[in-house]
């Protein structure tokens, strides 16, 4: 449960922090004081009394991110959630986690015992409490000890298919990100295209002023460009924590073999 946790309030705080920089990018900057304009009785024109659009280099990312219409925000939930659990994925995807340094020497110098000297029990006895992935499965082989082999071997794959599912857990919650979010930047594009042809339906002149057309257009394509990047940073992570999880079972593979051999050479 600390791991849930500890992803809701990276997310609390994520989300906190992109509404705090939302309202002050909402903020209208202060104006110049025009003293000799007032003097003279001159006009100041400017791009807010002109009505004219804003230069896009005026624009901040947070800014560009508002244009994006109301499937922006399934949007920031889905990158909270990528971002959030690639965090958990790099503190429970580590060796000192699944194969604890402490764990691995213990069973290190029992596999260094002869045969005839080796004792399971005294393996089981110092592995007592151990919760980490690696000290389940040799615990699975531990107690059929002085068996066939293929009952230890047997005993020890069950074990280790099931920590095996429980380490790439969550890396379905990336998966899914990088499968809806692409379709939501999709549902973004057909609101903004749809907008934009009521904006035509409403009024004659819409075809011949682009800054009408707009804010339709803004909408499909930044919701499109953000959907698109959340996901191919979220299959990225994907992968990445997937091939993780392959290295650190295949480590646990080649020690649990050699502590088989150990098991059941007594019988």
Same mark, same amino acid.
């Given at each position: 449960?600390?791991?849930?946790?500890?992803?809701?309030?990276?997310?609390?705080?994520?989300?906190?922090?992109?509404?705090?920089?939302?309202?002050?990018?909402?903020?209208?900057?202060?104006?110049?004081?025009?003293?000799?304009?007032?003097?003279?009785?001159?006009?100041?024109?400017?791009?807010?009394?002109?009505?004219?659009?804003?230069?896009?280099?005026?624009?901040?990312?947070?800014?560009?991110?508002?244009?994006?219409?109301?499937?922006?925000?399934?949007?920031?939930?889905?990158?909270?959630?990528?971002?959030?659990?690639?965090?958990?994925?790099?503190?429970?995807?580590?060796?000192?986690?699944?194969?604890?340094?402490?764990?691995?020497?213990?069973?290190?110098?029992?596999?260094?015992?002869?045969?005839?000297?080796?004792?399971?029990? &005294? #393996?089981? @006895?110092?592995?007592? +409490?151990? /919760?980490?992935?690696? $000290?389940?499965? %040799?615990?699975?082989?531990?107690?059929?000890?002085?068996?066939?082999?293929?009952?230890?071997?047997?005993?020890?794959?069950?074990?280790?298919?099931?920590?095996?599912?429980?380490?790439?857990?969550?890396?379905?919650?990336?998966?899914?990100?990088?499968?809806?979010?692409?379709?939501?930047?999709?549902?973004?594009?057909?609101?903004?295209?749809?907008?934009?042809?009521?904006?035509?339906?409403?009024?004659?002149?819409?075809?011949?002023?682009?800054?009408?057309?707009?804010?339709?257009?803004?909408? &499909? #394509?930044? @919701?499109?460009?953000? +959907?698109? /990047?959340?996901?191919? $940073?979220?299959? %990225?992570?994907?992968?990445?924590?997937?091939?993780?999880?392959?290295?650190?079972?295949s480590e646990i593979d080649y020690t649990a073999t050699e502590l088989a051999e150990k098991l059941a050479s007594k019988s």
């Open positions: 449960m600390t791991k849930y946790r500890f992803v809701c309030v990276m997310g609390i705080i994520m989300l906190c922090a992109g509404v705090t920089m939302a309202q002050a990018d909402k903020q209208p900057a202060p104006r110049a004081a025009t003293g000799m304009g007032q003097q003279t009785g001159t006009v100041v024109t400017s791009k807010e009394t002109t009505g004219t659009a804003p230069d896009m280099r005026d624009l901040t990312m947070i800014q560009l991110l508002q244009k994006g219409g109301p499937v922006m925000y399934p949007l920031y939930l889905c990158s909270i959630l990528a971002l959030g659990f690639a965090f958990e994925r790099l503190f429970t995807l580590r060796n000192r986690v699944v194969s604890p340094p402490q764990t691995v020497l213990q069973l290190r110098t029992a596999l260094d015992q002869p045969g005839d000297t080796f004792n399971a029990q &005294a #393996l089981q @006895a110092q592995l007592e +409490g151990a /919760t980490s992935p690696l $000290a389940r499965i %040799v615990a699975a082989g531990i107690r059929r000890a002085n068996r066939p082999i293929m009952e230890v071997e047997k005993a020890m794959e069950d074990t280790a298919a099931k920590e095996v599912s429980k380490l790439q857990r969550n890396n379905r919650v990336l998966s899914a990100v990088a499968s809806v979010a692409p379709l939501l930047g999709l549902l973004g594009t057909a609101t903004g295209i749809i907008r934009t042809f009521m904006t035509v339906a409403a009024s004659e002149d819409a075809l011949g002023r682009t800054e009408l057309l707009a804010g339709g257009i803004y909408e &499909a #394509l930044v @919701a499109t460009a953000v +959907g698109l /990047t959340i996901a191919i $940073a979220a299959l %990225v992570m994907y992968f990445f924590f997937q091939e993780r999880v392959e290295r650190l079972v």
